[in-house]
């Protein structure tokens, strides 16, 4: 599969709902302006393969956000399902289940393309962001999360998975250490708030503790840059995604 060169193809929107019906109208406004929609648990929990078909439909690819963790069978098996759903280019597991978890899910990536059908990427989630020293030290990882990240995404690479899903604060190190060619995408982005001139800027961050601009994001050397909440309660999302993609323009 190529990703298509134009800087909208880097725009992941997180369709952060709770319906197929919002998702696809919110989705219907804005797809022209973006690369992919992602569909995480809650919405596909909720509404099925058949809003990811739906979503898809409207021409951009589909990021199914459903992070895989099981044994290795269970998670080939769900991979498989998962890459055989039409739309779908992008879907991921977590690292923490080890390399054969990983191997197996990179095998059931890779018999779609047997299958003679373009396969989507396999992306791997190294620690939660969520996470920090203290949380991982008492599930038993020791060291610093961005040494922990790093080893993990080297982990990953060697099983075959194609890229990482991380913080842009962690984006740097991993490409070092990955390639140019191992994928990263990077969520938590929030556009610079446009402000008077003469008043500080700021950026809102919800409630991620770590936000980072595209413009950083695609410095940091982020392929993808996932963005939900900023575009869908912008007074205008179309306006707002338009600006992420001007701005991602630019950075490149
Ligand atoms: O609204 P916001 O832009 O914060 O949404 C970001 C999206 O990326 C959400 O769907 C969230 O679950 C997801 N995500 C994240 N941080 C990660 C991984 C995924 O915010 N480390």
Avoid: W
């Avoid at 078909?53 to 098996?77: C, E, M, W």
């Amino acid at each position: 599969m190529g990703f298509d060169a134009h800087p909208r193809s880097s725009l992941i929107v997180a369709l952060d709902f709770d319906s197929l019906s919002s998702a696809v109208k919110f989705a219907s406004k804005i797809s022209d302006l973006v690369g992919m929609f992602k569909i995480g648990k809650q919405l596909f929990t909720a509404a099925g393969p058949e809003v990811v078909r739906q979503v898809a439909a409207l021409g951009p690819g589909v990021f199914l956000d459903l992070k895989y963790h099981d044994i290795p069978n269970t998670v080939a098996g769900a991979v498989l399902s998962a890459s055989a759903i039409t739309g779908v280019q992008l879907v991921n597991i977590h690292a923490l289940g080890g390399s054969a978890m990983m191997a197996a899910a990179v095998q059931a990536v890779n018999a779609v393309t047997a299958m003679g059908e373009d396969r989507p990427r396999l992306l791997a989630v190294t620690i939660l962001t969520s996470m920090d020293q203290k949380a991982m030290r008492e599930v038993g990882i020791s060291g610093l999360p961005q040494d922990r990240v790093v080893k993990l995404a080297r982990l990953a690479k060697k099983a075959g998975v194609d890229g990482v899903v991380a913080s842009v604060q962690e984006a740097r190190a991993i490409r070092k250490a990955c390639g140019a060619d191992f994928l990263i995408v990077t969520p938590g982005v929030r556009p610079a708030e446009k402000t008077e001139p003469g008043k500080k800027s700021s950026i809102k961050k919800d409630d991620q503790s770590r936000t980072a601009t595209p413009t950083e994001a695609i410095k940091a050397g982020a392929d993808f840059v996932v963005v939900g909440r900023p575009i869908l309660t912008a007074a205008d999302p179309r306006v707002t995604a338009q600006e992420i993609v001007d701005e991602i323009a630019a950075a490149k």
